[in-house]
């Protein structure tokens, strides 16, 4: 019973293979610290330059439709300044530069972000350990599953007084199971009894022997199942 209990339980319960040179999943691509102090430079330089837009526009008593477009730009650009933090160094190239140090910055992300999402994307829906909600030891998860068909077999041999069915299916599997064992026992006693009487036979011509077990061997082992050429296996020794 407890063979076959394993068996429709899967092989869950068996400890894992060791594996080595597994796959590790990466962490997130992040921006790199650089490419944070060139997104604080940008936002300090918009921030400069929309506030000297704003003085240059009042100090030459632009037209109103251009001063206000000016002051809202200054306020814009400082509270994305103020928002993403001081640079640790004021940029002091160009603006052309700074954008293409920007976008070679972004396009290096992307691609890190890209390929990691092709990553996780082949462990989606595989398990991940560690993160059970109950978590056992292994032979404490042989315990309780010894518990659980010791309870369960207790439970139909009690309803198999009442019911007559169970108790038939009941006697079935434990006349079959004692079947199985007698039978197995028999066949291994046969095959020794049989190499014995030969042995006996032929006691002068060992190469005739030996040529008579291998064929009986191979006869068995080309119609029985792997389980069964066990038993054979026996006889031979």
């Known amino acids: 019973m407890l063979a076959a209990v394993l068996c429709l339980t899967g092989c869950n319960i068996i400890p894992k293979p060791v594996e080595y040179f597994q796959d590790r999943v990466q962490p997130v691509p992040e921006r790199t610290p650089l490419a944070d102090e060139s997104l604080r430079q940008a936002a300090r330089l918009a921030a400069d330059r929309a506030a000297a837009t704003e003085r240059a526009a009042l100090s030459t008593d632009a037209a109103p439709e251009v001063i206000q477009p000016a002051r809202d730009t200054a306020i814009l650009t400082g509270a994305v300044s103020a928002q993403v933090g001081p640079p640790a160094n004021s940029w002091q190239g160009d603006v052309p530069a700074l954008i293409a140090r920007m976008d070679a910055q972004e396009a290096s992300y992307r691609r890190e972000l890209e390929s990691y999402r092709a990553e996780v994307r082949e462990l989606a829906g595989k398990k ?53 064992s007698r039978a197995f026992s028999e066949l291994v006693e046969a095959g020794q009894d049989f190499k014995a009487r030969l042995k006996q036979r032929l006691a002068d011509n060992p190469e005739l022997l030996e040529s008579i077990l291998t064929d009986f061997k191979t006869a068995h082992q080309s119609s029985q199942s792997r389980d069964t050429r066990k038993a054979v296996g026996e006889v031979k020794r």
């Open 128 to 180: 991940i350990e560690g993160t059970g909600a109950i978590q056992v030891g292994y032979f404490t998860h042989l315990l309780i599953l010894a518990a659980i068909m010791a309870v369960a077999w207790l439970i139909l041999r009690i309803v198999a007084i009442t019911n007559a069915p169970v108790s038939v299916g009941l006697k079935t599997i434990e006349g079959g199971s004692k079947f199985l």
